[in-house]
């Protein structure tokens, strides 16, 4: 058995069967025949995963690397290999005076699972650079490739979550940035800045990340737990009339987006503790293993909140991480 708390950030205590590295997608084209009839798991850097206990099966971890630049008269081109980690690659455009990721600094992870869940942060989501994404297809072994609108891209979603789920490896992103840049600072915690450039963006969410979120790598976490909830405005008005300060950022005009983190703060969660897991006492969206957690403290704590905000919001607020058991992935 290989042990996995090193590999996912959460921290929790579990083994996998098996562990394989995946070096380029011809390689994992070639172990397509072995994995038949077997369970896996692909892994990039366990950000956004928590293995709740021992895993019956084999974690394919993606390592391919490489950046390759090409310069365009208005934009720039980017390749990336899906292991490369994402907040080095924000620093690498950083160094080279290549704009547009600033506001998406310090987001743990590889840039292979980015698009997965279009990750996005202090206003920005990492669609509007996607050129294309290229991965191998774990049915027919073909390799494909797919533009930004036929990623279906979403809020925290996109078409590899939804049709493709299970079904593709990652091996590579093309990015494309414009050279034309345009400082995006209306986020609130952004807008106090004066004219910024991207180097001064880039040190204020590293900043501001740095104050609200527990470090990984000190305590262990996997971000947000659940996604902020998007309801319906009827649903929003009813509640304003009990919780006149429940926030909201627009979305369409039937529905509401509304800060999870404000749902559970509201219910008393923010310090409580189930075992070894924590709701974290600066931003109760998202839970922290104090080292001595189990998976099942964890589940624990998130059915609590789950259900509470079910009962007091009518929300059902579902999970933003991929909660990983013996045999795959499972719901709170
Ligand atoms: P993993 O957890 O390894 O995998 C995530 C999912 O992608 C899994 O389903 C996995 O099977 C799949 N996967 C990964 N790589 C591949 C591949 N190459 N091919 C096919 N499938 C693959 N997210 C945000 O959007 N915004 C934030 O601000 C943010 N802040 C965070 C802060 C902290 C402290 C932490 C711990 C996490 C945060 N996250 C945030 C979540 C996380 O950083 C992102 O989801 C990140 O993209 C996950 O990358 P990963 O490589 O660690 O993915
Ligand atoms: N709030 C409270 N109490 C708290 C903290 C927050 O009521 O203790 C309320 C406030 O109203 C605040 C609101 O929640 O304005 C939103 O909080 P915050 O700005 O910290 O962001 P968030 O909505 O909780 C989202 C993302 C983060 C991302 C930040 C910044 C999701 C699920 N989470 O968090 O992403 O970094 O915005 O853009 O969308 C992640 O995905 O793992 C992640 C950390």
């Known amino acids: 058995m290989y042990p996995l708390q090193t590999l996912h950030t959460f921290g929790l205590h579990a083994c996998a069967q098996e562990i394989e590295y995946i070096h380029s997608l011809a390689q994992a084209k070639k172990m397509l025949n072995n994995l038949a009839g077997r369970s ?26 490489g ?15 899906a292991g490369e980690n994402w907040h080095e690659l924000v620093e690498w455009c950083l160094d080279r005076d290549i704009n547009g990721f600033e506001n998406l600094a310090l987001i743990p992870g590889t840039v292979g699972a980015a698009p997965i869940q279009n990750i996005g942060a202090y206003g920005v989501e990492i669609e509007q650079f996607i050129q294309s994404v290229e991965y191998l297809c774990l049915l027919t072994g073909e390799l494909k490739s797919l533009s930004r609108e036929e990623c279906q891209f979403g809020y925290r979603d996109s078409i590899f979550k939804q049709q ?19 400082a995006n600072a209306e986020y609130a915690e952004l807008k106090a800045l004066d004219n910024p450039s991207a180097k ?4 204020k969410v590293v900043e501001v990340r740095q104050a609200k979120l527990p470090d990984p790598k000190k305590v262990g976490n996997a971000g947000s737990f659940f996604k902020n909830p998007i309801i319906p405005i009827v649903l929003y008005q009813n509640l304003l009339q009990r919780f006149t300060s429940l926030p909201s950022y627009p979305v369409d005009k039937q529905h509401v ?28 969206l998202v839970l922290t293993n104090n080292g001595s957690g189990t998976g099942e403290d964890l589940l624990s704590l998130a059915k609590q909140i789950k259900q ?24 709170v």
């Open 40 to 65: 896996y798991y692909i892994l990039g850097e366990g950000s956004n995963t928590v293995f709740l206990e021992d895993f019956t099966g084999s974690v394919l971890k993606v390592a391919i690397k």
């Open 257 to 284: 987006k509304v800060p999870a983190a404000w749902l559970i703060d509201k219910l008393g969660f923010k310090g409580k503790y189930i075992g070894g897991i924590h709701c974290h006492a600066s931003q109760p």
């Open 200 to 203: 001064q963006i880039f040190a």
């Open 67 to 81: 950046i390759a630049l090409q310069e365009h008269p208005e934009h720039y081109e980017l390749h990336v290999g």
């Open 308 to 331: 509470a905000v079910k009962h007091e919001f009518s929300i059902e607020l579902e999970n933003e991480v991929q909660l990983v058991s013996n045999s795959g992935l499972v719901n």
């Open 164 to 182: 493709l789920a299970g079904k593709f490896i990652i091996g590579m992103v093309k990015f494309r940035l414009a050279k034309r840049w345009q």
